[in-house]
Each structure stands twice: as C-alpha cells, then as structure tokens.
C-alpha cells in the first residue's frame, strides 16, 4: 500500500484560469471553520493563488489559519474530520498544521501555524505581492502551467519547479511589506478578528 506522500505524488495537478467563486468558496469555509475551531482561532486568511484575482491555479482554495497555538488545534482534529478535512500534522513544515480537504478530489487545504510565526507574514506577504504586481502573478501562472505540463504529476517536480521563483519573490515581499499590515489587516476582509 501507498503512503500519503506516495498517493499525494500521484494525483493529477491541473492548472485552470481564475474562477471568480473562488473567494465565496473561501468565505463559505472560513465561516465553517471559525465555527468548528472557535476560541483556538484567531485568524483566518485566503492565501495561495486562488486568492489572487485573473491568477491562474489549481481549483484548490488554500487557507491560513493563525491559532493559539497548535496543539490546542491537535486536540480538535476529530472535528476537522467531521467537516471534511483529513489532518496531516506538520506535513515537512516544523510548527506547521495541514490539512487536506476532499481526497482524490481535493478541493481546500489548511495551512495552520501559532500567532506570531513567521510562515504567516510570509504566505501573506506573498499572496499581497501576487495582488499588487498583477504581471509578476501573469508571469507565475505562466510558470505554473508550463511545471505542470512538464512535471507528469509529480507534486515534488512540480513545487522544486516553482520554489526558485516563489522565493525570489518571497524575499522582495518580505521587504516590502510592513509587519503591522502583513499581521493584522486585509483590504479584501478575508481576515477575521476573532472577539473574545
């Protein structure tokens, strides 16, 4: 039998043009999620390409969740698992939590780190820089679709095919943006402020 890295090799990456249900799929799951988590979260946030307008990407709508800390959110895992997501631990990534929705047909992953981690202000950086600079996110849909018709499926080839320009990109967002904004706001109101 496959493990998950195996199996997760083998699925199909398909790169589509932007699909402008995408932010009310996210706002639809947020509010699912907020629910679920309650005081555990405190934030959550539309990251990756799905969340970058005429970007083109996989149909898969990544999510950030900033939390109290991580393994509050261990100890909900049952209830992710009711509403769909199959929980992978920090799947590569110390201090991360991951989460897959939807199997073979996988339609959201969960990205979920403590507050104040660094992966947080760098995956919004990011999607901010894609959002601000539409030809640097023309030129990586361009990338991404010419990776995954070369990659044949493999997601390994297919991220090592991104990573030197995501980097590169990462690097001059994270010098660009400000802490304050990249922590606490979001023009779009993708974020939600939990009250307490």
């Known amino acids: ?3 998950d ?6 699925r199909k990456i398909e790169i589509v043009d932007y699909d402008h249900s995408w ?17 555990v ?9 799905t969340a970058v307008l005429e970007l083109a990407a996989k149909p898969i709508i990544d999510i950030l ?7 509050a959110l261990d100890e909900l ?7 769909g997501y199959n929980p992978k631990g920090e799947f590569g990534i110390p201090g991360r939590r991951y989460f897959q929705k939807g199997d073979d047909n996988r339609s959201h992953h969960i990205h979920a780190f403590a507050r104040g981690d660094s992966n947080v202000m760098r995956h919004i950086a990011f999607r901010d820089y894609l959002r601000t600079h539409p030809e640097v996110a023309r030129e990586y849909g361009e990338l991404k679709r010419n ?4 990659c044949e499926n493999d997601v390994g080839k297919y991220c090592d095919g991104k990573d030197r320009f995501v980097k590169r990109i990462e690097a001059i967002a994270m010098k660009e943006i400000s802490p304050n ?9 993708t974020a939600i402020r939990l009250r307490r």
């Open 1 to 3: 039998m496959l493990g």
């Open 5 to 10: 890295k195996e199996t997760e090799n083998m």
């Open 23 to 39: 932010p009310q799929l996210f706002e639809a799951e947020r509010d699912l999620l907020q629910q679920t988590l309650g005081d």
């Open 77 to 83: 895992n049952v209830e992710m698992e009711i509403i």
């Open 147 to 150: 990776v995954a018709d070369a």
């Open 65 to 71: 969740i900033e939390v109290t800390d991580v393994e």
């Open 181 to 189: 904004k990249a922590m606490h706001t979001d023009e779009d109101s």
């Open 41 to 49: 979260c405190i934030k959550i946030f539309h990251i990756g390409s």
